[in-house]
């Protein structure tokens, strides 16, 4: 079997496996790392959202072939160390979680889009949250959150932007 | 669950005060909990005693509540500490929840039907104060009846929190089931010897289950793929969506006469929709021993033990099932089929076998919220009051079945069908379809007494709480002065109420009807909520943020379709739930503090208004009556 090289929240990882298994079972069955979810495996849910080289990702459509030298950040890699990323930090402060299992996919898409957008507009939320279901419809509380982390002090964000690149 | 149950799932009530008892020498506690007292409330049921709750006070300083109930985001988890910790007088940091664990935690029951808050709570309260030997008024709580986040967002929000289907146990393998084509079919044959060729591949049939365990999940699907290549069906003519109301009509258990003397009929229908919550069910099984170890995401941890039990021909105590807080049910997750699946997988395979559905499994096999047809007629007469009123629910349930407007002759009745689908619970069970149809047809009264929807139902109204939610939420809304303005072409405003498992609730909207398709949109609600003393506002706040959105998806879109029992939009791709887009841009909850009841749940009667409002509002805004779910003005 084909062997694949990538990093995975700033470690080098080696996998020998089949080239298109979804990069979601690999991150789950091969490198035990559950916090990214299965929701669908159609991409139309992104609980299993991941950063390949800072973009965001629905993993369980992303063939293990696509993250060849990748460098991939999954929800267990956004925290620098016992410090969390400004916008999981906001995900806790405002609540927007109920049974938090699109929560992961949530915080990544945010934290993705505050990189490319520090001050995004409403419009630019909806677009880059767009699709990302959440079935207790914790919607108000998400909105508040991001709201919450778009407005923190640029330098938190900007030590926590090494994470996510 | 059966399909078509109209009890209210409910397995225990404080009839009698409780009984105190102390136990020092709980060795199977005392083993995992050291030293300390252990304190165990006694609810009297039916002349039998059962435990209602049980609490250990380490002499470490950590209090551990034990409760079957379990965490599937609707809050228990953190509710339940808070009450321990509000009457011990401690912080909630030295409180510790253990939920749904057969071996460990007093079998509570299913956790359905908000009866966590009126029944679970008032339990560990009670064995609290036990040890304070006094119980606290709401007056002087400090930490219920405040806002206070999920305990275990920390480890949410980093992905530390194991779901069910995270649960990974040493050599264990990932299981696939194989599904029949549709409804009805029956597995004649299947060739097992490809599959069990593979390497380290297991493949098992036994009756109609057949399935496989592989390293992998994509080994497992793989060898999935060669079961379904060789299996030989046997199926059966079934059900399809466009034939679904005159079907359940023609299948009806029972006839019903008309109403005499009726001035109004109308027929509504509510589709077939499907919780599909974020996690799919999933289970990992372990034997050992002779004992078989279940993780699963359900909210009736007890029974899905006895039906392991049953299905393998052991003792209760031979089964451990144990409930990591999982990824959302709504009324979905009462069953334990995943439990079941990788349980014969794991015995087939001598290793610990995970199950986890795929969302198209989900869609399909996972049960239905009932579709719903109801009859409703009524006797108005020339003074605009409701005489008689007659309304017949076929197929859904009892749920909100009354009415609780004040009309002297009624007659109210469920009737249950061959249904073609499985069905089973959903939030607030058949109260979504209930008040929905009660409140449109509310509506239409109201309009052939030539009233104003809100002036019609106060004259018919004498329940004082939803009187009360009905002024909070038009007052906020401005319903009489907006009543009066012109609308904008193709916008509407409507309102509804309702109540439902001790609680109250009205919603007013906004919509605007896409001239072109008929397709609403939520402009604005206002919806006003009441259910007793508030014993977490932030999350009952969040509870009826998520029953309305949730509610919007059936209103707006949500419908199962299937041809010939077989689902053709069983995907998100197809099926689609309530989206960020949805939310209106204004979304207003009043939470009413209901000091002189009791706490009763939140995240069920919530759900009630939304659809019925939003009906009204089309009516306001194009002169036509919607009478089906999804909406549609056509």
Wanted: glycine share 8%; with cysteine.
């Amino acid at each position: 079997m084909p062997t694949f090289r990538f990093t995975v929240n700033g470690q080098a990882r080696t996998v020998d496996t089949e080239p298109d298994r979804p990069l979601l079972e690999v991150l789950r069955e091969d490198l035990q790392l559950t916090g990214t979810k299965y929701g669908c495996g159609e991409g139309q849910c992104r609980a299993c959202t991941v950063l390949l080289d800072g973009r965001p990702i629905a993993s369980c459509v992303t063939p293990i072939r696509t993250a060849q030298g990748g460098k991939i950040v999954t929800i267990e890699g956004l925290a620098s160390g016992a410090a969390l990323h400004p916008v999981q930090q906001a995900f806790i402060d405002e609540g927007a979680m109920q049974c938090g299992y699109c929560t992961a996919g949530m915080v990544l898409r945010t934290a993705a889009l505050l990189e490319q957008r520090p001050k995004p507009t409403d419009a630019e939320i909806l677009e880059a949250l767009d699709g990302s279901l959440c079935r207790c419809c914790g919607y108000p509380r998400i909105l508040a959150a991001v709201h919450r982390a778009a407005v923190q002090s640029p330098a938190a964000r900007k030590e926590a932007s090494s994470a996510t690149k | 669950m059966l399909p078509n149950d109209p009890r209210e799932p409910e397995r225990f009530e404080l009839r009698e005060g409780p009984l105190y008892t102390f136990e020092v020498d709980r060795r199977d506690f005392f083993l995992t909990l050291g030293a300390g007292l252990l304190v165990t409330v006694y609810a009297t049921e039916a002349g039998a005693q059962t435990v209602a709750a049980r609490l250990h006070l380490g002499d470490d300083g950590i209090t551990t509540v034990f409760s079957g109930k379990v965490e599937e985001g609707q809050g228990a988890r953190t509710e339940i500490a808070m009450a321990a910790a509000e009457e011990l007088g401690v912080p909630l940091s030295k409180v510790r929840v253990q939920l749904a664990d057969t071996d460990r935690t007093p079998n509570d029951g299913l956790t359905a039907g908000s009866r966590t808050t009126p029944g679970t709570i008032p339990a560990v309260r009670q064995a609290a104060a036990a040890a304070r030997k006094a119980l606290r008024q709401p007056s002087e709580w400090t930490i219920l009846g405040k806002p206070q986040w999920h305990l275990t967002a920390r480890e949410i929000a980093t992905g530390e929190h194991k779901y069910p289907s995270d649960v990974t146990r040493e050599g264990m393998l990932y299981g696939a089931v194989l599904r029949p084509p549709a409804y009805g079919a029956t597995l004649e044959s299947i060739d097992l010897d490809p599959a069990n060729k593979l390497d380290f591949v297991t493949a098992v049939r036994d009756g109609d289950f057949a399935g496989c365990a592989a390293r992998t999940s994509y080994a497992a699907r793989k060898a999935l793929e060669t079961l379904t290549a060789s299996a030989r069906w046997k199926t059966t003519p079934q059900s399809s969506t466009p034939t679904l109301f005159e079907d359940l009509r023609a299948k009806a258990k029972q006839r019903v006469e008309p109403l005499a003397g009726k001035t109004h009929a109308a027929e509504f229908r509510t589709a077939y929709v499907q919780h599909a919550p974020m996690e799919p069910r999933a289970a990992v099984a372990e034997w050992s021993a002779g004992k078989l170890t279940v993780w699963t995401g359900t909210s009736n941890p007890f029974s899905v033990r006895d039906s392991l039990a049953q299905a393998f021909h052991l003792s209760t105590s031979q089964v451990r099932v144990i409930v990591p807080d999982f990824g959302g049910g709504f009324g979905g997750k009462h069953t334990g089929e995943a439990a079941l699946e990788a349980a014969r997988l794991a015995k087939a395979a001598g290793k610990p076998v995970k199950v986890r559905w795929t969302r198209a499994e989900e869609f399909m096999w996972a049960y239905f919220r009932p579709a719903a047809l109801i009859d409703a007629s009524a006797r108005l007469n020339a003074q605009g009051i409701i005489e008689s009123w007659q309304f017949i629910n076929y197929n859904s349930g009892t749920a909100a079945l009354q009415t609780p407007y004040r009309i002297p002759t009624r007659q109210e009745q469920y009737i249950p069908c061959d249904a073609p689908l499985r069905q089973g619970s959903y939030r607030a069970l058949a109260s979504t379809a209930n008040n929905f149809a009660r409140e449109a047809f509310m509506d239409e009264l109201a309009a052939a007494a030539g009233q104003d929807p809100l002036d019609f139902r106060l004259a018919h109204l004498h329940h004082p709480r939803i009187r009360a939610v009905l002024t909070a939420a038009t007052e906020r809304f401005g319903w009489a002065r907006r009543r009066k303005e012109k609308r904008a072409p193709n916008h509407g405003i409507g309102l509804a109420c309702g109540t439902e498992k001790n609680s109250v609730v009205a919603a007013c909207v906004e919509v605007e009807v896409d001239p072109k398709t008929g397709a609403p949109r939520l402009l604005e609600i206002v919806e006003a909520f009441e259910c007793g003393v508030l014993l977490n506002p932030a999350n009952t706040r969040s509870q009826v943020e998520g029953c309305i959105l949730m509610g919007l998806g059936a209103a707006l879109r949500e419908q199962i379709e299937f041809e010939n029992g077989r689902l053709k939009n069983g995907r998100f791709s197809a099926y689609k739930v309530t989206r960020l887009r949805d939310v209106p841009p204004k979304l207003d909850v009043i939470l009413l503090d209901g000091t002189e009841e009791p706490s009763a749940g939140a995240g069920e009667t919530p759900i009630l208004a939304v659809a019925p409002a939003m009906a009204n509002a089309i009516f306001d805004a194009t002169a036509k009556r919607v009478r089906a779910l999804p909406l549609r003005a056509v």
